[in-house]
């Protein structure tokens, strides 16, 4: 058997149907990939819409895996100028390397940009082993000379797998609801504590009071005006809170083009024109929540659209789990759980490796300390104490 890996400036060296028997083979029954962020129209899109690509700091260099001929994995690998639109960021570690004399870009970054969501990303076909894809970035990031290669948002599995090839693991933490059986809101809400139960209904009321209406769009029933309204909230919204939307206006158009069965938008409503968004992909078992934007100022209609109405949705469709994005704290009131999150690097220089390491420990510590804080203050109901009068609104 021959193994040869190849790397590509574009994911349109690779056939559609290809890539996407290694990224999403449950595909092959006609449902949902399970992670939308890796299948080839997606990460098309991206490149498709000048959003990745020159000019960007984010340099497709896609990784292919054949043996004898037949492609048995990928990786989205990026080669990065900067460390900007990856949720686990390096920053210090740049300056470190470099006022120490080094030059810590370009790097190489197997992630989906701007896409904080984990997910596999050495995407080995049935049958074939992730080391081997592994294994083949590792000899790519030697060959090219780069600082360093990362793999962020990965999953614990690959990110065990990883260890033992000798990359260092990275842990972090986000928020994700769980349907634990709730059947409807209602029967979420019966699981919290009564003082957590009271404050989201009125947040619900008085955010559904202050527009006429709030649409779930996804399919066909998505049009331009909604696409149109739905980057102007984007563009707010990344003006206001990192200075640098990093999608372009072309991946909003090629997203109706190609990607409308993917994606979920809820649109708040006011005066027949819309106020508020909240954009979200669908994967066969999550619903993601990505973009949020509103040109109202309208109390709470950041948590209806984004946290609740998400809830409400996954539980009317059937998906056990919704991840809400990177950060905040604040959807642990709203019934959403920390959970670890993992990231792979390699560092060439052995001195410098060394010293990330050590702060690895230290930071993983940190992180489990954390979470386990924030899970042992959330909403949920901890069960009556003996002789304690029943929890009651």
């Known amino acids: 058997m021959s193994l040869s890996a190849r790397l590509h400036s574009s994911i349109t060296e690779i056939p559609a149907a290809e890539w996407d028997a290694c990224a999403a083979p449950e595909t092959a029954d006609g449902g949902r990939p399970l992670d939308p ?80 969501v984990t997910g596999r990303r050495f995407l080995a076909a049935p049958g074939t082993a992730p080391e081997a894809l592994i294994s083949a970035a590792l000899r790519a990031a030697g060959q090219l000379g780069v600082s360093s290669l990362h793999a962020t948002f990965c999953t614990a599995a690959e990110a065990q797998t990883g260890t033992t090839l000798g990359l ?44 006429d209406a709030i649409l779930a769009l996804t399919g066909p029933a998505l049009e331009a005006a909604h696409w149109d309204a739905m980057w102007r909230f984007y563009q707010d919204t990344g003006r206001r809170k990192w200075g640098r939307p990093y999608l372009t206006r072309r991946f909003f158009d090629l997203a109706a083009e190609r990607l409308v069965d993917d994606v979920l938008l809820f649109l708040a409503m006011k005066d027949g024109r819309p106020v508020a968004g909240a954009l979200n992909w669908i994967g066969r078992e999550a619903l993601y929540g990505r973009y949020w934007g509103c040109t109202a100022d309208i109390p709470f209609l950041h948590f209806e659209l984004c946290y609740h109405q998400a809830i409400d949705w996954a539980l009317a469709h059937g998906l056990p789990r919704v991840e809400a994005g990177a950060q905040g704290e604040h959807k642990l009131a709203r019934g959403y759980r920390p959970v670890e999150t993992h990231s792979l690097h390699w560092i060439a220089d052995p001195r410098f490796r060394a010293a990330v390491a050590d702060f690895l420990i230290r930071e993983r510590q940190a992180v489990a300390e954390e979470t386990a804080i924030l899970t042992a203050f959330g909403p949920f109901r901890r069960g009556p104490r003996p002789g304690a009068a029943p929890d009651q609104d």
């Open 168 to 211: 260092l693991s990275r842990a972090s933490h986000q928020f994700h609801w769980f349907d634990e059986g709730f059947g409807d809101f209602a029967g979420f809400l019966d699981s919290l504590s009564s003082r957590k139960r009271k404050a989201i209904r009125r947040e619900r009321a008085a955010a559904q009071a202050g527009v």
């Open 37 to 116: 962020f890796t299948t080839h129209r997606f990460l098309l899109a991206l490149e498709d819409s000048g959003s990745v690509g020159p000019g960007t700091g984010w340099m497709p260099c896609h990784l292919a895996l054949r043996q004898d001929g037949r492609l048995i994995g990928v990786v989205p690998l990026y080669a990065k100028a900067h460390s900007q639109g990856e949720y686990i960021f390096d920053w210090a570690w740049a300056e470190a390397f470099e006022r120490a004399g080094g030059r810590y870009y370009p790097k190489l970054q197997a992630a989906v940009p701007f896409t904080p």
